[in-house]
């Protein structure tokens, strides 16, 4: 799915409303309509509505979902933000519709007028700005939203929280004014900034909703932005033929484990096996053995000289895919036997955990890494590989140019998880849960791209199958433990289930 920048998405509007064709105001009856029937869903009828309206067409959005839920029998009040004169002209419909409505009352808010308190259990819905802000809200505007978020009441957001930038990062400062929304019901196409941790506080649990935008102009339009939904995965799985063997499937390599750390290399072999590939071989240092062929007997070994550490593979030419880093360490003779892997490879490598932090201690050897080469950082990771940032949309324009600079994937794990594409495109996952947040959940993520390498996946099909998978099989642990109770083990255990839903 098409993540769209805010200009994109007012031309994709105008496209519809010539082309479908639809006038601009019956738009504005579908979204508000959608919204209408996710909100009678979730809101419990006695609560009281209270929608808060700026004068443009976000504020007309409002309107109509007021006129909607008052209909419904639900109590509604509306407080309208600047003068009758400012309204575009579907705000001043709908505003002359819900005139027509005495049970809704509705209310002018000036800058020297008392801002209203709530009842319990009221509702507010912030039709303020959407997505049409060009700057930081000041005065009379930010008193109103502060006054909105301290009055701990439930907040709705209509398509954006008010004085949230979708395609750039808020104010830097202590206090940003933003709406503190608990839901924010968006319209699709999704926007870029709520993919963001910096926003989570604003945006809340956002849910996308379909509007009925010409899904013409959205298959022509050029973008950098990508959401992975279940269909893009879809058409990605390779079904298996009838006579497949294991020779059809690939053979992986998998470099993990040290004194302590063995457990990795268990967590990146399980979810290497249940990733599909026909062969999973680990190599460890030679005290692993015991463990390695007790805990995964499917995985066959490939044994360093050393008792601890990793030292170098002898033959790299039999395997189809390649991932290495969890638990090896950071020693100096496997420092060495990186680079030597990253020279002698020959095919691109999957770097994880150890691996990427060999990376960061000896950049100019990033250089050298096989094109199209998958790295997987977590945000501290990220940080020694490409330095600091001083913001989430700067983190990610760092990410995009490591890619293209490297002509690497880079998977930066976390709520999202972003790909980035040695073309500089970005996809972010729709999967997970924050019970993955736990020790060894990113030693099965590794396991599972070296799976579907092995078995002939592109890069780019490895990492966003991937990570789909990885965050499809934490929901579904998470549905039968909690995201508490949630371990890693969990999620390997629940790949099967995962791969069975896109079939």
Known sequence: MKIFP????READAYTIKNEPIAEIDLMERAATACFYWLIRNIPFHKKIVVF???G???????????????????AEVFILGPAEKFSESCRINYERVQAVPEIKTLFLAENDPLPEFEPETIVIDAIFGSGLTREPSGFYAKVIRHLNESKQLIVAIDVPSGLFCDRTISIGKNPVAIHAD?????????LGFFFPENDKFAGKWQLLDIGIMQEFIDHADTRNFYID????????????????????????????????????????????????????????GRGVNILQTAVPEAMLDIDKDDSLFTGVRDLEKYSAIAMGPGIGTDRQTQAAVKLLIQDAGIPVIFDADALNILSENKTWITFIPKGSILTPHPKEFERLAGKSSDDFERNQKQRELSVKY?????????????????????????????????????????ILAGLFAQGYSPLETCILGVYLHGLAGDLAAEISGQEALIAGDIADNLGKAFQTLY
């Open 53 to 55: 309206c700026g004068t």
């Open 230 to 285: 279940q269909d893009d995965c879809r058409r990605i799985l390779k079904p298996r033929t009838k006579f497949s063997h294991k020779g059809t499937f690939g053979h992986a390599l998998l470099i993990c484990g040290g004194p302590g750390k063995m457990g990795a290399a268990i967590l990146a072999a399980r979810g290497c096996l249940h990733a599909g590939p026909g062969l999973v071989s680990v190599h460890i240092p």
């Open 407 to 447: 002509s690497s994937y880079i998977i930066l794990k976390g709520a999202h998880t972003a790909i980035t594409t040695p073309d500089g495109r970005c996809f972010f996952n729709s999967t997970g849960n924050p019970g993955m947040a736990t020790g060894g959940s990113g030693d099965i993520l590794t396991g």
């Open 6 to 9: 805010v200009e994109l998405i």
């Open 183 to 191: 839901y924010t019901l968006t319209f699709s196409p999704p926007k």
């Open 57 to 75: 067409n976000n504020g007309g959005d409002g309107l109509v979902i007021a006129r909607m839920m008052s209909a419904r029998g639900y109590l």
